[in-house]
């Protein structure tokens, strides 16, 4: 496998359940990213890891928990959605986090998304 | 967060025709990144640029590095049927530690 896989790519989920997003990456990077993505909406970054850091938390509420176990695993867990959290969710990953002399850490590579539906 | 000022919003165009939009920032970058979205994908890499001044090409995509730094362009030549979806700009302001993206030019395209 290459690039970023995101697992599932379809999630449907009741308001009181507890489901996880996966992310993997093949790429030998080291920063890896939680986005949202609401229809008609800029794309929101959630999360950011680097080197298995956690270096940006962006005022995401409680219920959605990342976990980066490594450099190549992102998880979002989540818990007690609400309706409004239906979205696309893509991961990616870059080399590092954007510096100015490292062509690598400024490119990001995006996962092909899981679409969540909360009812 | 910051976003880029991406234009125009959406296109309608006939098979054939050139296309062209940018991305402006207030901020200087050190890379430009334009990127593809097909609906309920993940966005997929075009051309990334990485100093002023930078033309790239990719098949019929071309893409420039603003002289300014604070902005970019991107031409298709040639629209096809498959050049359907939303073309994003991003990418990590100087001294910044993290990426910023335009609004997406979303572009449809007659057979």
């Known amino acids: 496998e290459t690039g970023v896989t995101q697992t599932p790519r379809h999630l449907v989920m009741g308001m009181t359940n507890k489901k996880s997003l996966k992310c993997e990456q093949h790429?030998?990077?080291?920063?890896m990213y939680w986005y949202k993505q609401s229809a008609k909406k800029p794309l929101e970054l959630m999360f950011v890891?680097?080197?298995?850091?956690?270096?940006e938390n962006n005022s995401v509420p409680s219920r959605f928990s990342p976990e980066c176990p490594n450099s190549s695993h992102l998880f979002l867990h989540l818990h007690t959605l609400q309706p409004e959290d239906s979205a696309l969710y893509l991961c990616?990953?870059?080399?590092?986090?954007?510096?100015?002399?490292?062509?690598?850490?400024?490119?990001?590579?995006f996962g092909a998304g899981s679409r969540l539906t909360v009812l | 967060g910051q976003q880029l000022n991406q234009s125009p919003q959406s296109m309608f165009i006939q098979e054939g025709e050139d296309v062209s939009m940018n991305c402006t920032s207030s901020?200087?970058?050190?890379?430009w990144l334009w990127y593809k979205q097909d609906p309920g994908e993940g966005p997929v890499l075009l051309i990334a640029?990485?100093?002023?001044?930078e033309l790239t090409s990719n098949g019929r995509l071309t893409a420039q590095f603003g002289t300014t730094r604070k902005d970019s362009f991107l031409n298709i030549s040639a629209s096809i049927p498959s050049d359907v979806g939303i073309y994003f700009c991003?990418?990590?302001?100087?001294?910044?530690?993290?990426?910023?993206f335009g609004s997406g030019t979303k572009l449809n395209v007659k057979p």
């Open positions: 990616a990953s870059s080399q590092e986090t954007p510096s100015g002399g490292r062509r690598g850490a400024n490119v990001l590579t």
């Open positions: 790429l030998g990077h080291n920063a």
């Open positions: 890891y680097n080197f298995k850091e956690q270096t």
């Open positions: 901020s200087i970058f050190n890379t």
């Open positions: 640029l990485y100093k002023a001044g």
């Open positions: 991003a990418g990590p302001p100087y001294n910044f530690n993290k990426f910023y």
